[in-house]
């Protein structure tokens, strides 16, 4: 069965601290997305990565970095958090090239930022 | 630029209703794909459907349907004699040919009142 396994569901942070969210996947698949949740603001893509170590900025990057040292595990950095990145952060997968392939999603990181 | 739209917020029925949640599209690609994505209490989204931009054949999948009508750009989803399990926040997304990443809605939170 298809699994994506994001390590926190829950955290709370302080401002300025830095965080780590981490993403796993055991599909093989190339893709990895982090997305950010907000209510009324829908899902807005922070970053993909379509290999091991490429990335590429989605429309909300500031603020946050990424790093995908192996296929697997694609990892979500703030590197000084801030209240206004207080969100549910999910993580994704996708199935295959192009457009014909399927999202996998994570069960989501909440995070507080006090 | 790419743009969907969920105008419904929040819809609560009681159970075992019809209710359609509307999704309503922008783009200038010829050929793009439509999702529809579930989004439970648990937090994971979970992928339904995908249509592409050629296909405008209406879907049936048990009690869930879509009306696709690139006419008026719209990409409604309903469902029939709807149950408490149906209770989740239900996300349209939208890519166009060759790219992986989707543009999402605000998405519409579902209620099904017992």
């Known amino acids: 069965d298809v699994k994506v396994t994001q390590s926190s569901r829950y955290l709370v942070k302080r401002t300025g601290e830095k965080v780590f969210l981490e993403c796993v996947q055991d599909?093989?698949?190339?893709?990895m997305f982090w997305y950010r949740q907000d209510p009324g603001l829908g899902l807005r893509l922070i970053y993909f990565s379509y290999d091991v170590k490429m990335k590429e900025k989605g429309d909300i990057p500031e603020g946050y970095s990424v790093s995908r040292e192996k296929k697997e595990r694609f990892s979500l950095i703030l590197e000084s958090a801030s209240t206004n990145q207080t969100s549910m952060y999910l993580c994704?997968?996708?199935?295959?090239?192009?457009?014909?392939?399927?999202?996998?999603f994570g069960e989501g990181s909440r995070l507080t930022v006090l | 630029a790419q743009k969907v739209t969920q105008a419904q917020t929040e819809i609560s029925v009681v159970e075992k209703e019809d209710v359609t949640l509307d999704c309503v599209y922008e783009?200038?690609?010829?050929?793009?794909?439509l999702f529809w994505y579930k989004q439970p209490p648990s937090g994971e989204l979970v992928f339904l459907i995908r249509r592409n931009s050629f296909d405008e054949q209406n879907e049936i999948s048990g009690r869930y349907s879509w009306n696709f009508q690139k006419s008026t750009s719209s990409f409604n989803f309903t469902i029939t004699a709807s149950q408490v399990v149906d209770s989740a926040v239900y996300f349209c997304?939208?890519?166009?040919?060759?790219?992986?990443?989707?543009?999402f809605g605000t998405g519409t939170r579902l209620t099904i009142i017992p």
């Open positions: 994704a997968s996708y199935s295959g090239t192009g457009s014909t392939g399927e999202l996998f």
């Open positions: 783009t200038r690609d010829t050929t793009y794909y």
């Open positions: 599909m093989d698949h190339e893709n």
């Open positions: 997304a939208l890519n166009f040919f060759g790219n992986e990443k989707l543009t």
